[in-house]
């Protein structure tokens, strides 16, 4: 059998040159996606108000209207930290079938995008919350299912913290991402599987107006390059820092 | 000689598991004395109250809430003695599938903690629910009962081995396994209350959550299995 040679991600390949450019694009992007919220797309259901009225048979006002913008940065934001999940736990497979700890340091990288990502999705999400619903929270099975999410990806770094030895602590991170990656497909399918009306299937809704697809899609992009950048600074920022690391204990020996 | 089977190792794993307990009677009586505080609390907590609310659509809830933390008692005793006499480093010298190893534990964590459960409940109605009629379809709490603890236990089982060597281990286990036990409570609380309650509609919460809640079984099983050669190698 031919042994195949594993690529390692290091620091300073390829992607790094791509990292800063990615994060200025994403931010120009988002910045973009920003302003078309406002002035791009049109109110949901192409209501523009003055006074509360009656729309698809719901009392709505104008504050309602402009907390509906919201949507635009909540929704790929909750997307980014499924797919930084997703990296996570791919990393973790590839550091369980290879014992690289390489492997470990991206995977945990990932989760700490995740981390961020989630904050990002708790906060717009809950002033949507309050502003929509007149409550910070509420028991709703999204809402639910994503708050066990945040919990998980904290209880993942309670746990790296508390195991000193590097092997032990990158195998029991890899099999807490896998398992913290199972929630990934519940969470999606919650409000296919208990329909609520807080949290709408929008393909199952009518989907989107144009403008309104062309405003996330934006967003959504502009978001994932702001992603990939961090990833890439993050993990080279790690990288440098465990090689600093182990020239220390070189010169130490 | 040809090496036994799997299904004899794992007997032999799971013989030795609970000819311990009998024996030591370390996590059944702990459990057992902990969960009757826990009513205790609830005594407190309701005091003023329970009179005046229905109990019955709270019971499933608080049932559960004394499942969880009883059994996250066990489950962090439950590699504490492999751990402080080195069992586990000579389990693991035998030539064995490592998820025999899981299995067995996880069969011997399911039975401490249904033989906790066969206490509990009846204590639970004794102290809450006695006022009360019983509801024709209270029986069928056995169902949501069972598939949580096999859950509970198999999740708990993995979580307690990666817990085992990490520092403050009970913590850590409350910490990991409350997150990752909570779609499954969520669907055996929603069951069990319907089961209680036993209105006319019961079915409609009854069986969607349990089939829910099994699936949530099957994939995490399946995943903890499969995992856990890693784990316990580590």
């Known amino acids: 059998m031919v042994e195949k040679k594993v690529r390692i991600p290091e620091a300073g390949q390829w992607p790094d040159k791509l990292a800063l450019p990615a994060l200025a694009a994403g931010a120009v992007l988002t910045t973009v996606g920003f302003l078309m919220a406002f002035l791009f797309a049109a109110p949901v259901n192409g209501a523009a108000l003055d006074t509360p009225e009656l729309v698809n048979g719901v009392m709505v006002t104008h504050q309602q209207l402009i907390s509906q913008k919201i949507f635009y940065f909540h929704m790929p934001v909750a997307i980014v930290s499924f797919v930084m999940l997703i990296f996570s736990a791919y990393y973790g497979i590839r550091f369980l079938t290879t014992r690289e700890q390489r492997f470990d340091t991206c995977s945990r990288v990932a989760m700490e995008l995740t981390l961020l990502f989630v904050i990002f999705t708790m906060v717009t999400g809950d002033l949507w919350t309050r502003f929509e619903w007149g409550v910070w929270w509420t028991w709703e099975p999204r809402l639910t299912t994503y708050l066990i999410l945040m919990l998980i990806v904290i209880a993942y770094f309670v746990m790296r913290n508390s195991i000193d030895d590097p092997e032990r602590r990158a195998t029991y991170a ?49 978001m994932m390059l702001v992603a990939f950048g961090l990833y890439r600074l993050r993990f080279r920022e790690a990288r440098l820092a465990e090689r600093l690391q182990a020239l220390k204990d070189q010169l130490e020996d | 000689m040809g090496r036994p089977s799997a299904f004899a190792q794992y007997k032999t794993l799971l013989a030795k598991d609970l000819r311990q307990e009998f024996r030591t009677r370390e996590m059944l009586t702990s459990m057992g004395i902990y969960a009757l505080l826990v009513i205790i609390v609830y005594g407190a907590a309701l005091a003023l109250t329970a009179r005046g609310i229905d109990i019955a659509n709270m019971g499933g809830g608080l049932l559960w809430v004394l499942i969880v933390f009883t059994s996250l008692l066990g489950l962090g005793r439950s590699f504490a003695h492999e751990k402080e006499q080195a069992c586990m480093d000579g389990i693991m010298l035998v030539p064995l599938d490592r998820s025999v190893i899981f299995l ?124 856990y050669d890693f784990v316990v190698s580590a």
């Open chain 2, 104 to 227: 067995a534990k996880a069969t011997a964590n399911i039975l401490f903690m249904l033989a906790v459960e066969v206490i509990t409940v009846p204590l639970f109605y004794f102290f809450f629910m006695s006022g009360q009629p019983v509801a024709a379809t209270f029986f069928w709490v056995v169902a949501p009962l069972l598939v949580g603890t096999i859950g509970m236990a198999g999740i708990g089982t993995m979580l307690s081995t990666i817990t085992m060597n990490t520092r403050s281990r009970d913590v850590m286990l409350a910490i990991l396994f409350i997150p990752l036990i909570y779609p499954l409570l969520y669907a055996c609380v929603t069951a069990t209350t319907a089961a209680i309650a036993g209105t006319e509609f019961w079915t409609d919460f009854f069986v969607m959550p349990l089939v829910l809640a099994c699936g949530y079984d099957v994939v995490m099983l399946l995943v903890c299995w499969v995992l």
């Open chain 1, 174 to 222: 890899s099999v807490i991402s896998l398992i913290a990656f199972v929630d990934v497909p519940i969470c999606f399918m919650i409000t296919r599987l208990i329909p609520s009306s807080v949290h709408p299937v929008i393909a199952r809704e009518g989907g989107m107006t144009p403008d309104m697809a062309a405003t996330v899609l934006v967003v959504m992009i502009g």
